[in-house]
């Protein structure tokens, strides 16, 4: 367990201990991800009506609301994967390097995102069995409220665990190096069991931003979008700043302190 709070506690560190140099560094990829939400909840207002079960009517939205606002949702994800980029290189290579060294050129970035796909397509290949086994146990435990929300917990932290052994791959894109998904694996066996109290620590920071947007946020579908965008990169980035520390630390051999 101190392994996994010392983790936690550095990945936290990095990103609040200069906030402003944080926003400075990610502002590019915040700029997309909420532009793109404020495109959606814009110019397509119905379609997110719909999707929010807000419509008294059965009418479909309007086919062309539904291609923007797929397009915004690609746009967001891009956004999303340019964040993690940029955090990655802030945190790995020298700070003090100049500014277009730290920017990641087209090959870097598409070479992220190409990685991310394989990596979540593993990922959803692991979550097949673990899910099997959720649904197992919830057949012998039976149906209750209580009993389902511990059964979704276990199963969220059983893919958060299996997600911070296989994602190295990840900081490794960002700073243009192909790391095959075993070699993550094996880098962080030593690991293993204290991923286990950080993928609780994750899950925790998960369901908190969870319970904000259940009880905060407003019903405009298009307001609501953009504020759970907002706390979508409060959580992605959280995340990514823990990949960013289990890579210095388990593949650079930097120090947690």
Wanted: with cysteine; glycine share 8%; hydrophobic share 60%.
């Amino acid at each position: 367990m101190n392994q996994a709070t010392a983790l936690f506690a550095h990945a936290l560190n990095m990103l609040l201990l200069a906030p402003a140099t944080t926003i400075r560094v990610i502002l590019p990829a915040v700029l997309w991800v909420l532009g793109a939400a404020a495109v959606a909840g814009v110019m397509a207002e119905d379609a997110l009506h719909a999707m929010h079960g807000a419509m008294n009517d059965s009418t479909p939205p309007p086919m062309d609301q539904l291609l923007v606002l797929l397009a915004c949702g690609i746009a967001g994800i891009l956004g999303y994967a340019l964040m993690a980029v940029l955090w990655h290189r802030y945190v790995l290579l020298d700070r003090d390097a100049p500014h277009a060294v730290l920017r990641p050129g087209m090959a870097i970035y598409w070479g992220y995102i190409w990685r991310a796909i394989v990596l979540g397509f593993a990922q959803f290949l692991a979550a097949i069995p673990i899910g099997l086994a959720m649904m197992l146990v919830s057949g012998l435990t039976g149906s209750s409220t209580a009993a389902l929300m511990l059964i979704g917990l276990v199963a969220g932290v059983a893919f958060l665990w299996v997600a911070l052994r296989l994602s190295l791959v990840l900081p490794a894109a960002a700073l243009g190096r192909v790391m095959p998904i075993r070699e993550s694996w094996q880098a962080t066996a030593a690991l293993a069991g204290p991923l286990w109290a950080l993928a609780v620590l994750l899950a925790v920071v998960n369901t908190l931003l969870g319970v904000i947007s259940g009880v905060l946020l407003p019903d405009d579908p298009g307001v609501r979008l953009l504020l759970d965008s907002t706390l979508y990169i409060i959580e992605g980035l959280v995340f990514v700043s823990v990949l960013s520390t289990l890579y210095g630390h388990l593949i650079e051999g930097r120090a947690l302190s």
